[in-house]
């Protein structure tokens, strides 16, 4: 890292709100978000040098464009900053806080902004679908399939069983996990929800199959919602511990980050990788390059990962390549019980995709909030009991993008 990043603070909104229902848009969102997160962070609007917003699908599910623009309709004093959108499927906000990282430690500017956000049930399930789809390689793979993820998600359990064997109750686990810490986070998409015994099981009445192997409770919730978090550097982050009464090393900073891409074709991923250890080595690399970059010597001596569950395979998938089990042994680590709250490597304690919600620009973005809150000890009813050092995963389609921070306090 050429420069320290640090984290000042952020907001998130209920992942539980339908905004189209309420009569609101998707500037109504991106308002009240910055508002919050301005407010949590404990700083002016002035202060904001640049920002940058992490979005995927806006112009299809609300046919607007240039979000950058919200920024100074929001606040008269930003009237004139400098902005920028980025796109990555599913790891938009993630690339949205690579960049504003990177314009930090240039030394260009030592306050940025940044807000993911995604409106997206606005539209009925099969159009948000077909949105959802452009992640893909459009024509050339999920053809026939009405609903694309499910399908493409379907077949990396299938590749999965091939080469090392897979359970479907090591799945169902993952699910039991993730939507029973959502229920102690106040902002998650299914905190109020009733599950009736039996649903985390292969039962087909009460956990229905959607695609292949993939069943209802195998998925990430698709919600509106937004996130938006205030990093700056090391002057400004010392200004304003001062000014709180903080030392510096108590402010949550961004440590470490890995950004790998692969090939859109999710066939082309999976015969890339037909005779190495992993599915996906350029996910591993992504996840080794944060924690090195960091300064540790091993994944262990971090407490706890925030990672891109959109399907329960998916986080399977992060458990053997963040290199907590042996290749296709992510079994081991949830019969366990690793990765539940009170684990020694708990993962997903806000609920994850599967129980907080996924709107999809927002995710990267939540993700990193989510650590900060951990490792600051401000996370209210999902507080870690230990948590100096937490890492996120995020994934953009087919694992095409993969990015990964992260977050701690002190040295």
Request: proline share 4%; net charge negative.
């Amino acid at each position: 890292m050429s420069q320290a990043v640090y984290i000042l603070g952020g907001a998130q909104t209920d992942f539980s709100r339908n905004w189209a229902r309420e009569g609101l848009e998707i500037y109504d969102m991106f308002a009240e978000t910055l508002r919050e997160g301005i407010d949590a962070a404990g700083i002016e609007p002035a202060q904001i040098e640049v920002g940058h917003v992490g979005n995927f699908v806006g112009d299809l599910f609300t046919g607007q464009g240039l979000l950058g623009g919200f920024f100074g309709q929001v606040y008269p004093e930003l009237a004139s900053l400098p902005t920028s959108r980025h796109e990555a499927a599913c790891a938009s906000g993630s690339i949205a806080v690579l960049s504003a990282m990177r314009d930090i430690e240039a030394g260009h500017y030592q306050v940025a902004c940044v807000l993911g956000l995604e409106l997206m049930r606005n539209v009925d399930g099969k159009t948000g679908a077909e949105h959802l789809g452009a992640a893909r390689w459009l024509g050339h793979e999920a053809n026939s399939a009405d609903f694309p993820w499910p399908h493409m998600f379907d077949r990396i359990a299938r590749e999965y069983d091939q080469r090392y064997g897979i359970d479907s109750d090591h799945l169902n686990r993952i699910a039991e996990i993730n939507f029973g810490n959502a229920k102690r986070n106040p902002n998650a998409q299914t905190r109020g929800w009733n599950f009736p015994e039996g649903c985390f099981s292969s039962n087909d009445e009460l956990n229905p199959v959607i695609d292949g192997s993939v069943r209802k409770m195998d998925c990430g919730q698709i919600t509106d919602g937004a996130a938006c978090v205030i990093l700056a550097g090391e002057a400004a982050a010392r200004a304003h511990a001062e000014k709180r009464g903080l030392k510096l090393a108590d402010i949550p900073r961004i440590k470490g980050w890995g950004h790998h891409s692969a090939p859109i074709l999710l066939e082309t991923k999976l015969q890339l990788s037909k005779d190495q250890p992993l599915l996906f080595p350029h996910a591993k690399a992504t996840l080794d390059d944060a924690w090195q970059r960091a300064g540790f010597s091993s994944l262990d001596e971090l407490d706890g990962l925030e990672t891109h569950d959109c399907f329960t395979v998916t986080e399977y998938m992060a458990i053997d390549h963040s290199g907590l089990t042996a290749p296709g042994e992510s079994w081991k680590a949830v019969n366990e019980g690793r990765i539940t709250r009170d684990g020694d490597f708990p993962i997903n304690p806000s609920g994850g995709l599967i129980g907080l919600g996924h709107p999809v620009g927002a995710t990267g973005v939540r993700m990193l909030l989510d650590c900060a809150k951990q490792v600051s000890g401000t996370a209210g009813d999902y507080q870690l009991e230990k948590a100096e050092n937490m890492i996120t995963f995020n994934v953009g389609g087919s694992t095409t993008t993969c990015a990964s921070f992260v977050v701690g306090v002190g040295a």
